[in-house]
């Protein structure tokens, strides 16, 4: 194994100098941590358990001990050593004792396994049996959770129908006013009912959280806890809500067995952190993502806190404690951040700092609850008096940017509102946190969209966009909302601490944003935790998601000096080591190995070039394609098409895809018509309904038997546009390199087909395109000639140069006089047809791509005047005839035996094919995984599709004659590529 081998590597490297425990420990605690990381769990080192402190211990997410490892010195006698920490009481559950020549696994009190740790696989069994070990408590937990899980909704709605049935109750009535006052006058003075008793319900399924975690009633001293109680001993006697809760009673019971052993706040926070997580996702799960419900580990926090620290002290003269320093958490969650502050802060400046500059906001509801417990509980931790936190609001901190205090346009209670103004009237010198991730709704179906922020959004407009070159959908991503925010709140000097999404680093959409920050701040610090799935980073991420990460430290101060900006990829590979690293350099932040940055004139803060890819020749720009003027080798260009239905448009069969149109069109007209009789019995002839409207949502939303979507809603919907059908429009498309399906074209049914309709109006239009990846794009650039309608999926984020394109009445030559005059010049007489075929050849050349491997994910290709235009031309030609008409390539002899479908999903499968096949790749893949991925069996996502339509079948024996034949394609294109470079 890898991992196996890299120890050996870094072992051998330190012995060299030391052979002690301290010099020896450490690759082998990486080791652990990699094989800890796999499993989704952690490596926390020198946990003490009163007089015994084992050199690790593997934890999960919430905080059960997996197993424990020692560590000796060589000179050792390693038996000798084993008793002395057996007698001492080190727990023999699940233990590794080594020296780094021998290890000995102990499980229930039992030596199972010793080894030679030089044998790898030896090392690799010791490894494994430690890993499968089962903490017995972890799985009673576990299977616990599951089942509370999984019982939560249906405990949500018999609590519902409980309450209805209460409500009439004079007790429940007297209960529930006294709620709704103290809501109206602590949360919103127009809090609805439903809010109200969505709070009750979380209350009733989360109370017995807090009372067996904290072994305590002290959550009870929060004044909407206690209303909260009366309210539910109004809806439940004590039996009754036994009788209810009696299936996930053991849930409860694990939580309070398991607090025993959790030592301190730090772990019982987070603890409840990973709970709470849990059962959002279960409780509301649309909600959970919408607000980005993942819990920020202990390590960013503290690091977090204390870089922000040093840079006080260094940029200020400052601290966290100082007295006027104020700090505000503006999502705070379930207070994770500010509850660290407050154990940071030395208890001497908490009572002043806990009253007056401590802030922080939330808009969920349970989180809200749960926060404010959390900081109550702290304080009343360290100073030994209950206190209530009155700076924490419940309110959208984007919302406060569209008001101006004193305007009474909050729509709080008078509680709150005190509470929102007195935050307003701050003066923040630090902002810290962690704000939500997502950047739009996945899927319009979930109706379940952000919230629109005009003022927020018109100063992104008029900073991050306006001096940007790229195209800014994304731009407007909640975390880059949260950073134009806090850096217009901040005011002229102060700190912004986050840890966001990492794409602002170096994606194309962010190079506004990037001009911007560093226009506005004096100095800036980035810290790039990588794990970014999309691009392929293997390193690990340290929130278990698949965008990167980073720590962004921003100061604004008043100075005359430039803007410093200070850079670094954290050296860690896997999440563990990443937090153990975090966990040991918060407190010398500055003296971490940091790199300079001088951005560049595009915005650039990394990714930077120093070649002449400036002087080559655009394949094309908005100039040309808009018919301004002439300077691109094509006149026109576009993205394939986007559906953003594929599992309605497109498959393999296409009887299939007839039914899924009809059906499709059956329900869509329907709702049309529903929809007008609706306009019509509301009165709302006159009005002008955009796609974003709550009204319309919610209808729609009601039946959700399609998939809708933005553009479908705004273009034809709203537009009262009719869906036909005509079987002239299924026909074929290249969905993925090498891969064809049917296509529904038919007009409703296509979000986007951009201009591919110019390039192939009928499906017998003869055409030829060049597809390459599209600007932004993370995987290494690719290109494909395409004789058929591209998917903008083809590749990634495909953009598509067509040799012709058509009118009404004509075929039209795509190539410009200026691109053939420029040729010309270059080489002497050439046609466009020659210069097709040359950019293809240039756009497959390793040289090229290698040289210019980082301007190819910033801006569409140029291309440069190589010395032998007839071999690239020639090459070219060869090329894309091989990949347009792969399907009569010469099969490849392969025996694949006796193999079905789902074979295609084995690893073992790539197997098959020759080594070097695999080396033509698109992207990330071989030609001949895209082809594998393609056809295998996979879950279809949408439901209706899903339930009424199912798997298309296909034709095996001719997906293994294509594999064979794209072995052929992927062989000879590397032979011609090799022409090139002779």
């Given at each position: 194994?890898?991992?196996?081998?890299?120890?050996?590597?870094?072992?051998?490297?330190?012995?060299?100098?030391?052979?002690?425990?301290?010099?020896?420990?450490?690759?082998?605690?990486?080791?652990?941590?990699?094989?800890?990381?796999?499993?989704?769990?952690s490596l926390v080192p020198e946990v003490s358990f009163g007089d015994i402190r084992p050199d690790g211990v593997v934890k999960d997410k919430f905080e059960f001990d997996i197993g424990f490892w020692e560590a000796k010195d060589l000179k050792d006698n390693l038996d000798s050593e084993i008793s002395k920490k057996l007698e001492k009481g080190y727990p023999v559950s699940n233990i590794i004792f080594e020296n780094s020549k021998f290890a000995i696994l102990f499980q229930n009190g039992e030596s199972v396994l010793e080894i030679e740790m030089e044998k790898a696989e030896k090392l690799e069994e010791l490894l494994e049996t430690f890993f499968k070990f089962e903490n017995p408590e972890k799985r009673k937990f576990e299977e616990n959770l599951e089942k509370f899980s999984e019982a939560v909704p249906k405990l949500v709605d018999e609590v519902r129908r409980r309450i209805s049935s209460s409500e009439e109750k004079p007790k429940f009535q007297k209960a529930y006013r006294r709620l709704e006052a103290i809501c109206q006058e602590s949360i919103d003075r127009n809090i609805s009912k439903s809010e109200i008793l969505e709070m009750l319900i979380q209350h009733i399924l989360t109370e017995e959280i807090f009372v067996n975690l904290f072994s305590t009633d002290f959550h009870k001293e929060n004044n909407i806890a206690k209303i909260l109680n009366e309210l539910e001993i109004a809806v439940f006697s004590r039996n009754e809500k036994k009788a209810l809760f009696h299936k996930i009673r053991n849930f409860y019971d694990a939580i309070k067995t398991h607090s025993v052993y959790?030592?301190?706040?730090?772990?019982?926070?987070?603890?409840?952190?990973?709970?709470?997580?849990?059962?959002?996702?279960?409780?509301n799960p649309k909600r959970a993502d919408k607000l980005g419900i993942v819990y920020t580990p202990f390590e960013i926090v503290d690091f977090m806190i204390e870089a922000t620290d040093g840079i006080l002290r260094k940029s200020f003269k400052k601290s966290l404690s100082s007295k006027g320093v104020q700090i505000l958490d503006p999502a705070t969650g379930t207070g994770t951040f500010l509850t660290q502050i407050m154990n940071w802060i030395p208890?001497?400046?908490?009572?002043?700092?806990?009253?007056?500059?401590?802030?922080?906001?939330?808009?969920a509801i349970l989180p809200?609850?749960?926060?404010?417990?959390?900081?109550?509980?702290?304080?009343?931790?360290?100073?030994?008096e209950f206190r209530d936190f009155e700076n924490i609001s419940f309110v959208d901190t984007l919302e406060l940017s569209q008001n101006q205090k004193g305007q009474g346009e909050f729509l709080f209670s008078e509680e709150n509102t005190e509470r929102v103004n007195r935050q307003e009237d701050s003066d923040f010198t630090v902002i810290i946190g962690n704000p939500p991730y997502n950047a739009n709704q996945q899927n319009e179906n979930d109706n379940n969209k952000n919230l629109a922020y005009p003022k927020v959004d018109s100063r992104i407009k008029e900073t991050y966009v306006q001096t940007s070159s790229a195209q800014k959908t994304k731009v407007y991503d909640m975390y880059s909302r949260f950073y134009r925010w806090a850096t217009d709140r901040i005011g002229?000097?102060?700190?912004?601490?986050?840890?966001?999404?990492?794409?602002?680093?170096?994606?194309?959409?962010?190079?506004?944003?990037?001009?911007?920050?560093?226009?506005?701040?004096?100095?800036?610090?980035?810290?790039?935790?990588?794990?970014?799935?999309?691009?392929?980073?293997?390193?690990?991420?340290?929130?278990?998601i698949m965008v990167g990460v980073a720590i962004a430290f921003f100061v604004k101060r008043e100075t005359e000096s430039p803007t410093k900006l200070h850079y670094l990829k954290n050296p860690e590979i896997g999440k563990e080591n990443k937090l153990l690293w975090l966990q040991r350099n918060g407190k010398r932040f500055f003296d971490l190995d940091w790199e300079d940055i001088f951005p560049d004139e595009k915005g650039n803060w990394l990714n930077q070039t120093d070649n002449d890819w400036e002087e080559l020749l655009p394949m094309g720009t908005k100039e040309t394609k808009l018919g301004k003027e002439e300077n691109a080798i094509f006149r026109n260009f576009s993205n394939g098409i986007s559906t953003n239905r594929d599992e309605w448009v497109y498959d393999f069969d296409k009887e299939n895809l007839k039914r899924k149109a009809e059906y499709f069109i059956e329900k869509y007209n329907l709702e049309l018509e529903r929809w007008r009789k609706f306009i019509i019995d509301n009165k709302l002839e006159n009005e002008k309904f955009k796609e974003t409207d709550k009204r319309l949502n919610d209808f729609l939303h009601l039946k959700n038997l399609i998939k809708w979507t933005k553009m479908i809603k705004r273009d034809k919907f709203l537009k009262n546009k009719k869906a036909i059908f005509s079987k002239d429009k299924i026909?074929?498309?290249?969905?993925?390199?090498?891969?064809?399906?049917?296509?529904?074209?038919?007009?409703?049914?296509?979000?986007?087909?951009?201009?591919?309709?110019d390039a192939f109006p009928t499906s017998e239009s003869e055409n030829v395109v060049i597809s390459v990846s599209g600007t932004s794009h993370s995987k290494p650039f690719q290109a494909l000639g395409v004789s058929l309608l591209p998917n903008l999926d083809l590749l990634e984020k495909t953009k598509s140069f067509p040799l012709h394109t058509f009118t009404e009445n004509s075929k039209v030559e795509n190539i410009t006089d200026f691109a053939l005059e420029k040729f010309s010049v270059r080489y002497g007489k050439v046609i466009k047809l020659?210069?097709?075929?040359?950019?293809?050849?240039?756009?497959?050349?390793?040289?090229?791509?290698?040289?210019?491997?980082?301007?190819?994910?910033?801006?569409?290709?140029?291309?440069?005047?190589?010395?032998?235009?007839?071999?690239?031309?020639?090459?070219?030609?060869?090329?894309?005839?091989l990949h347009t008409d792969f399907e009569k390539a010469k099969e490849f002899s392969i025996d694949f035996g006796k193999v079905s479908r789902k074979d295609l999903s084995k690893k073992s499968f790539i197997n098959f094919f020759p080594k070097e096949a695999l080396e033509y790749k698109l992207g990330n893949r071989s030609a001949i995984e895209w082809v594998i991925d393609g056809y295998k069996e996979k879950k279809i996502r949408d439901?209706?599709?899903?339930?009424?339509?199912?798997?298309?079948?296909?034709?095996?024996d001719e997906v293994l004659s294509l594999l064979k034949k794209v072995t052929t394609v992927s062989l000879e294109t590397l032979e011609l590529l090799r022409e090139l470079e002779s």
């Amino acid at each position: 194994m890898v991992e196996i081998e890299n120890y050996y590597r870094e072992l051998e490297e330190l012995q060299s100098f030391s052979k002690n425990e301290s010099s020896t420990r450490r690759p082998f605690e990486n080791l652990l941590s990699s094989f800890a990381r796999e499993r989704n769990l952690s490596l926390v080192p020198e946990v003490s358990f009163g007089d015994i402190r084992p050199d690790g211990v593997v934890k999960d997410k919430f905080e059960f001990d997996i197993g424990f490892w020692e560590a000796k010195d060589l000179k050792d006698n390693l038996d000798s050593e084993i008793s002395k920490k057996l007698e001492k009481g080190y727990p023999v559950s699940n233990i590794i004792f080594e020296n780094s020549k021998f290890a000995i696994l102990f499980q229930n009190g039992e030596s199972v396994l010793e080894i030679e740790m030089e044998k790898a696989e030896k090392l690799e069994e010791l490894l494994e049996t430690f890993f499968k070990f089962e903490n017995p408590e972890k799985r009673k937990f576990e299977e616990n959770l599951e089942k509370f899980s999984e019982a939560v909704p249906k405990l949500v709605d018999e609590v519902r129908r409980r309450i209805s049935s209460s409500e009439e109750k004079p007790k429940f009535q007297k209960a529930y006013r006294r709620l709704e006052a103290i809501c109206q006058e602590s949360i919103d003075r127009n809090i609805s009912k439903s809010e109200i008793l969505e709070m009750l319900i979380q209350h009733i399924l989360t109370e017995e959280i807090f009372v067996n975690l904290f072994s305590t009633d002290f959550h009870k001293e929060n004044n909407i806890a206690k209303i909260l109680n009366e309210l539910e001993i109004a809806v439940f006697s004590r039996n009754e809500k036994k009788a209810l809760f009696h299936k996930i009673r053991n849930f409860y019971d694990a939580i309070k067995t398991h607090s025993v052993y959790l030592k301190g706040y730090r772990e019982k926070h987070q603890f409840l952190n990973a709970l709470y997580e849990s059962f959002y996702k279960a409780y509301n799960p649309k909600r959970a993502d919408k607000l980005g419900i993942v819990y920020t580990p202990f390590e960013i926090v503290d690091f977090m806190i204390e870089a922000t620290d040093g840079i006080l002290r260094k940029s200020f003269k400052k601290s966290l404690s100082s007295k006027g320093v104020q700090i505000l958490d503006p999502a705070t969650g379930t207070g994770t951040f500010l509850t660290q502050i407050m154990n940071w802060i030395p208890k001497r400046d908490l009572v002043r700092k806990y009253g007056s500059e401590l802030f922080a906001n939330e808009i969920a509801i349970l989180p809200y609850y749960i926060a404010n417990i959390n900081f109550e509980y702290i304080y009343f931790q360290r100073t030994g008096e209950f206190r209530d936190f009155e700076n924490i609001s419940f309110v959208d901190t984007l919302e406060l940017s569209q008001n101006q205090k004193g305007q009474g346009e909050f729509l709080f209670s008078e509680e709150n509102t005190e509470r929102v103004n007195r935050q307003e009237d701050s003066d923040f010198t630090v902002i810290i946190g962690n704000p939500p991730y997502n950047a739009n709704q996945q899927n319009e179906n979930d109706n379940n969209k952000n919230l629109a922020y005009p003022k927020v959004d018109s100063r992104i407009k008029e900073t991050y966009v306006q001096t940007s070159s790229a195209q800014k959908t994304k731009v407007y991503d909640m975390y880059s909302r949260f950073y134009r925010w806090a850096t217009d709140r901040i005011g002229k000097s102060g700190v912004v601490a986050f840890v966001t999404n990492s794409s602002f680093i170096d994606s194309k959409t962010f190079d506004g944003f990037r001009k911007t920050i560093f226009s506005e701040f004096s100095e800036i610090w980035i810290l790039d935790l990588g794990g970014n799935v999309r691009k392929s980073e293997k390193d690990g991420n340290v929130f278990d998601i698949m965008v990167g990460v980073a720590i962004a430290f921003f100061v604004k101060r008043e100075t005359e000096s430039p803007t410093k900006l200070h850079y670094l990829k954290n050296p860690e590979i896997g999440k563990e080591n990443k937090l153990l690293w975090l966990q040991r350099n918060g407190k010398r932040f500055f003296d971490l190995d940091w790199e300079d940055i001088f951005p560049d004139e595009k915005g650039n803060w990394l990714n930077q070039t120093d070649n002449d890819w400036e002087e080559l020749l655009p394949m094309g720009t908005k100039e040309t394609k808009l018919g301004k003027e002439e300077n691109a080798i094509f006149r026109n260009f576009s993205n394939g098409i986007s559906t953003n239905r594929d599992e309605w448009v497109y498959d393999f069969d296409k009887e299939n895809l007839k039914r899924k149109a009809e059906y499709f069109i059956e329900k869509y007209n329907l709702e049309l018509e529903r929809w007008r009789k609706f306009i019509i019995d509301n009165k709302l002839e006159n009005e002008k309904f955009k796609e974003t409207d709550k009204r319309l949502n919610d209808f729609l939303h009601l039946k959700n038997l399609i998939k809708w979507t933005k553009m479908i809603k705004r273009d034809k919907f709203l537009k009262n546009k009719k869906a036909i059908f005509s079987k002239d429009k299924i026909r074929h498309s290249l969905y993925r390199p090498f891969v064809k399906q049917y296509l529904n074209s038919n007009y409703i049914f296509i979000d986007l087909p951009a201009q591919q309709f110019d390039a192939f109006p009928t499906s017998e239009s003869e055409n030829v395109v060049i597809s390459v990846s599209g600007t932004s794009h993370s995987k290494p650039f690719q290109a494909l000639g395409v004789s058929l309608l591209p998917n903008l999926d083809l590749l990634e984020k495909t953009k598509s140069f067509p040799l012709h394109t058509f009118t009404e009445n004509s075929k039209v030559e795509n190539i410009t006089d200026f691109a053939l005059e420029k040729f010309s010049v270059r080489y002497g007489k050439v046609i466009k047809l020659q210069i097709f075929h040359y950019i293809y050849a240039v756009l497959h050349f390793p040289e090229y791509r290698e040289k210019y491997e980082t301007n190819l994910k910033q801006d569409l290709p140029r291309i440069p005047f190589y010395e032998n235009f007839s071999l690239f031309s020639k090459v070219g030609k060869s090329l894309l005839e091989l990949h347009t008409d792969f399907e009569k390539a010469k099969e490849f002899s392969i025996d694949f035996g006796k193999v079905s479908r789902k074979d295609l999903s084995k690893k073992s499968f790539i197997n098959f094919f020759p080594k070097e096949a695999l080396e033509y790749k698109l992207g990330n893949r071989s030609a001949i995984e895209w082809v594998i991925d393609g056809y295998k069996e996979k879950k279809i996502r949408d439901e209706t599709v899903r339930e009424k339509f199912g798997k298309s079948e296909i034709d095996f024996d001719e997906v293994l004659s294509l594999l064979k034949k794209v072995t052929t394609v992927s062989l000879e294109t590397l032979e011609l590529l090799r022409e090139l470079e002779s």
